[in-house]
């Protein structure tokens, strides 16, 4: 029976084909969703359009399928759902919550002498001045404390105002931001938990912040360790991650659960991706998981 109450996703962004770091999260949200008998959700994250293709997304659905993981609702893409997004930002503006922005990357660089993480000091949260034309839409933070409890990673806080900045939700481009689509998809799917690579952890405070504005449900949080390269790197297209075998997916599958310290036995290797994936989600735990923020892929061979 299905549990009403679970509802978890991958959202993967299609800028490549699956790999080894993001098949990681895939299993986790899947396993974490069968393990409660909960709903598993697919949303392609192309709000980025010109760093997303369909065949990127292709390859990844079909290497989801061939890894056994079958969603179980109508996949999601971001790029047909601008219309909900506006709706967002509409609410935001009408709470005066968010404001327009003149500056470019290079004004916020010229401006914050000792600046490296480009916190927006804020230039125009009064107006624009000197006539400049609007550029992005950023949302107007106040100090706020956010923190949570992430089931992996632990304790963590952040005053987005100090940390980040009063950070964008319209992009110049003209495309919405990751921050605000993901927060809106979220809701909109009601999803219960967020299970993702770690690298989103610091995404994570902004989006809980625009949850409370919004006056949305906030979900549990869970961030899987990277994999990295041995000099600490995330694994990804550009660094030669090893590319996931869809001939047989099996021995990379081991690969992963042993990644993430699920210990699978030695001869699971040789049973059938179905008989795999039941031994998963009877064993699957979370407390199994090392709480850094990554750790090297070659470490899953102990
Ligand atoms: N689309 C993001 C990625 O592929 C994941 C975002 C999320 O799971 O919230 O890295």
Redesign the pocket.
């Known amino acids: 029976m299905t549990n009403m109450l679970y509802r978890g996703?991958?959202?993967?962004?299609p800028?490549g084909p699956l790999h080894f770091g993001?098949l990681i999260?895939a299993i986790s949200?899947y396993a974490q969703a069968r393990k409660q008998n909960g709903t598993w959700l697919v949303?392609i994250?192309d709000v980025d359009q010109p760093r997303c293709d369909a065949t990127s997304t292709k390859l990844i659905l079909e290497a989801l399928e061939i890894y056994g993981m079958q969603w179980d609702e109508n996949i999601v893409y971001q790029s047909q759902r601008d219309h909900l997004y506006q709706t967002a930002l509409d609410i935001l503006k009408s709470k005066n919550l968010s404001y327009d922005c003149a500056c470019s990357r290079k004004d916020i660089n010229v401006n914050a002498e000792y600046n490296s993480n480009l916190i927006y000091p804020g230039t125009c949260k009064n107006g624009i001045k000197n006539n400049k034309q609007a550029r992005s839409i950023r949302l107007h933070t106040n100090n706020e404390i956010i923190n949570f409890n992430d089931k992996v990673q632990g304790y963590y806080s952040q005053n987005i105002t100090k940390d980040v900045g009063d950070f964008i939700i319209k992009r110049a481009d003209n495309l919405f931001a990751?921050q605000l689509a993901?927060v809106v998809d979220?809701e909109e799917q009601n999803i219960t938990e967020?299970?993702?690579?770690s690298?989103?952890l610091d995404?994570t405070a902004r989006?809980i912040l625009l949850q409370q504005l919004l006056s949305y449900v906030t979900p549990q949080y869970m961030h899987i360790p990277l994999a990295t390269t041995e000099d600490g790197n995330k694994l990804s297209k550009q660094n030669m991650a090893p590319p996931i075998n869809i001939e047989d997916p099996r021995p990379t599958l081991i690969s992963a659960l042993t990644f993430l310290k699920q210990y699978p036995p030695t001869d699971l290797r040789d049973c059938n991706i179905e008989t795999i994936w039941d031994w998963v989600i009877n064993n699957w735990s979370i407390k199994a998981i090392p709480a850094k923020l990554s750790i090297p892929y070659n470490e899953t061979n102990d």
């Open positions: 996703r991958f959202a993967p962004s800028t993001s999260a949200s949303r994250e990751y993901v979220d967020v299970v993702r690579g690298d989103m995404s989006q």
